[in-house]
């Protein structure tokens, strides 16, 4: 597989997150953690209004995949929206504006879930986190974030409900990712992190920095933590967790390929206003109680998907030649435009091409053979199950 294409590839694909985002050349956000990146031969980048690192001089973007599924990798994600939502109706709150069930989580636990329309629309997904009865923790994209506190607050400001918003903007994100996370972690924790779970959060002092917050969650299908942590002492979290082998630094590149080779969607490419979570493969969010009471925004055209079947749904495919990236057209064997691809590229893990599509529900069956165009050229290409890699999350606490 050719390096260069690999890399342009995910440029591109980048690229196109960007603009859909609003991506401008004016002045670019930096997180607590700009000089650092600079510092250590990040290339900087602008994503999402932000400038952010592609990737490192010590390492390529594929040699940084294969790290991060080898060993750990850590990621700057600060760009990402963090909230608490706390008051007595905090739970009433999220459960109306999101798909999430809220009472059925113990304290402690996390779960994806997304924000939506009227029109049952994914506005975003997130990361809702259960503190308490009446405490939430909350991240979301970063390309949403101005559009996600201006749609809670403004919904919040219009209801009775009585809870409070707060955004998290003296935090930093950082997220460690990868099979050794735990040995690397464990060297600056106290808490025993074999008991810490999948989808589960803990406060807890994190190489001698007071209050950090550690969510075993992550965005590449391996196991992995984000840590929130105070942004004035976010440089010296990042040096400790990089002193401790085998960790290195890896960027947006890396992240994006490990998240699509893990079946997760991009906001604005795979998943957006247009899409349902029926569409999207995320029926998994919604549990009985939610598809069955409702409740929640936009709650009529789901649940009557989730008692039918959508038109479209969104699957994965492989393909040899020249990778599919988003916008190429996916044909039917009689050369007919059935849907276009979401986000697609190489996989440096599997050595084919893979790729995220819509298609009609009556050819997204595992094994059905359909074509590519991609360029001038027509493709042979087979709906594959997701996640393309399998994912390694720590699902059970000892």
Known sequence: MNRVSILSSWRQQLIIGARYYGEHTGDLKKTALYDFHVSHGGRMVPFAGWSMPLQYEELTIINSTH???????????????????????????????????????????????????????????????????????????????????????????????????????ECSLLALQGPQMASVLQQGVIVDLSKLAFMHSAIMDVFGIHGCRVSRCGYTGEDGVEVSVPSDRAIELASKLLSVQPVKLAGLGARDILRLEAGLCLYGSDITEETTPVEAGLSWCISKRRASEGGFIGCEKIQKQLKGKPAVRRIGIKSEGPPARHGAEVLSSNGNVIGVVTSGGPSPILGYNIAMAYLPIEVSKVGTILQLRVRRNVLHTEVVKMPFVPTKYFKSAK
């Open 67 to 169: 790290h991060t599924r080898k060993a750990a990798s850590l990621f700057d994600v600060s760009h990402m929206l963090q909230l608490q939502i706390t008051g007595k109706d905090s739970l009433k709150f999220l459960e109306w504006v999101s798909v999430a069930d809220l009472q059925a989580l113990e304290n402690g636990a996390a779960t994806l879930s997304v924000l939506t329309s009227p029109s049952g629309g994914i506005l975003d997904d997130c990361i809702i986190t259960k503190d308490g009865p009446n405490s939430f923790f909350v991240v979301s994209n970063a390309g949403r974030a101005d559009h996600d506190w201006s749609h809670l607050t403004s919904l919040l400001k219009q209801s009775s409900l009585n809870a409070t918003i707060s955004r998290l903007s």
